[in-house]
């Protein structure tokens, strides 16, 4: 069933995803020295030619979308993302307001709007947060599920919100959500309703758990109090989210019990999951995503103003605070190629200092299991996220009583596990919404 069921041949999931799922296909890896010469070398070839076909799809669907626009303000100086004065009186999750969007970049047809809507941060603050809320045209007899996802916002400024970029604002700080945008698609196809929130708040908190995951959760309250196209208090709820998005999402899951115990979440889908932010900085480090390092090493010393961390910076690693306030991790990518973090601090191996991992201790996933099903993909040979930190999170969920499988993928590289192992994730959602029941207990391939 196209409108509600798994990929099918039609789908531009499969015409990406299982592309690259069968050039791996057929590959005989039956000893080690296989496993780390000509079987890889395969591997890696195959891969390549699929990523060609997959890039070559999405460019030609590209053809087809509309063009942004730069009169849309940026969220800084628009006022429907102004806090009201009442905002501490109202509760978490409460709807502020509403407007319709002409959505851009999407090449499915559906119903767009932003919602205003309260929620609460990492210092018990209240927040005033905006999501995009999108309902396909495709029919669903009965409640449509509606998806909460997560695009990977990775980012200084406000700029760089997905609601900016989805209501057709014009930066380069677009990328990220039109990354995801093939993958909304998909979901969209599928029949389900998505709400794409701002999960960093107004004030770009990166790596920030409690904000994000509160931001998420509240978000889907919001948008079952606006119900539209046949969202409501009876749609199965789902996550979803790569890399920062997976971050997001599953913080949200691990706070659902005692932050909003009435969010039930039919089931979960990430991959590419940041877990051991250190190690994740000291990956990128020096190379060509140096400007992640930085990225991760700005934000926290933002976030924490009061900490040791935010004093180690030194003249250099202020100035950068300062001039990248309203970056994108796009930005900074290209600006600080092969750049070292230590040239922003005063202490030699800032990303090893304790004083690092002081702000990063309680930012890390695994303090509690999700009590959702999940479902979570990783690549063994990820550039960005080393698995190691993916795997030790696996088995911190498990010994905790998780319901999960996860999935040590052979597609190589950050981005090729985001493309390759889709379909999978969604598969795993389109059975949890059709209330086909998880396996039991962990699985881990």
């Known amino acids: 069933m196209v409108g509600r069921g798994r990929c099918d041949r039609r789908s531009p999931c499969l015409r990406i995803g299982a592309t690259m799922r069968e050039a791996v296909m057929g590959i ?28 070559a799809a999405l460019a030609l669907a590209a053809f087809s979308l509309p063009v942004a626009r730069a009169d849309i303000p940026f969220p800084d100086d628009d006022p429907f993302y102004a806090a009201p004065a009442d905002l501490a009186a109202r509760p978490n999750g409460a709807l502020l307001g509403v407007r319709g969007i002409s959505v851009f970049g999407l090449p499915v047809p559906v119903s767009a709007w932003q919602l205003r809507y309260r929620t609460t941060n990492s210092a018990g603050a209240p927040t ?39 209501g057709g604002g014009r930066d380069p700080g677009m990328v990220n959500t039109m990354l995801d945008v093939p993958f909304m698609a998909e979901a969209l196809r599928r029949g389900w309703a998505l709400v794409v929130g701002d999960y960093e708040g107004p004030h770009s908190r990166f790596f920030d758990g409690v904000t994000a995951g509160h931001a998420v959760l509240d978000g889907l309250r919001a948008a079952r109090r606006f119900a539209p196209g046949g969202v409501g208090p009876a749609s199965p709820l789902g996550g979803w989210g790569y890399s920062g998005g997976a971050f997001a999402t599953l913080w949200a899951a691990q706070l659902r019990l005692d932050y909003a115990p009435e969010i039930r979440f039919a089931g979960i889908s990430t991959g590419g999951v940041p877990a051991d932010i250190p190690a994740i900085a000291r990956r990128v480090d020096g190379g060509p995503q140096a400007g992640l390092a930085l990225l991760i090493l700005l934000a926290l010393s933002r976030n924490h103003p009061d900490s040791e961390l935010a004093t180690l910076l030194n003249a250099r690693g202020r100035a950068a605070l300062t001039e990248n306030a309203t970056a994108c991790g796009s930005d900074l990518v290209p600006k600080y190629f092969g750049a070292h973090a230590d040239d922003f601090a005063s202490v030699p191996n800032i990303l090893s200092h304790p004083a690092f991992r002081a702000v990063t201790d309680p930012n890390e996933l695994g303090g509690t299991a999700p009590d959702t099903p999940l479902y979570l993909y990783h690549s063994t040979t990820d550039d960005v996220i080393p698995v190691a930190g993916f795997s030790a999170l696996l088995n911190r969920y498990c010994a905790q009583g998780a319901t999960l499988t996860a999935v040590h993928s052979l597609f190589p590289t950050h981005n090729g596990a985001a493309i390759g192992e889709a379909f999978g994730g969604m598969n795993f959602l389109s059975d949890r919404f059709a209330g086909v029941p998880p396996t039991p207990g962990c699985s881990i391939r």
């Open 28 to 55: 005989s890896c039956g000893s080690a020295a296989d496993r780390q010469s000509s079987c890889r070398s395969a591997l890696l070839s195959r891969f390549r030619s699929a990523v060609i076909a997959g890039v």
């Open 128 to 166: 005033l947060d905006v999501a995009t809320v999108l309902v396909p045209s495709v029919p669903w007899p009965g409640a449509r599920p509606l998806l909460a996802y997560q695009v990977a916002e990775d980012s200084l400024g406000t700029r760089c919100a997905p609601s900016f970029a989805l």
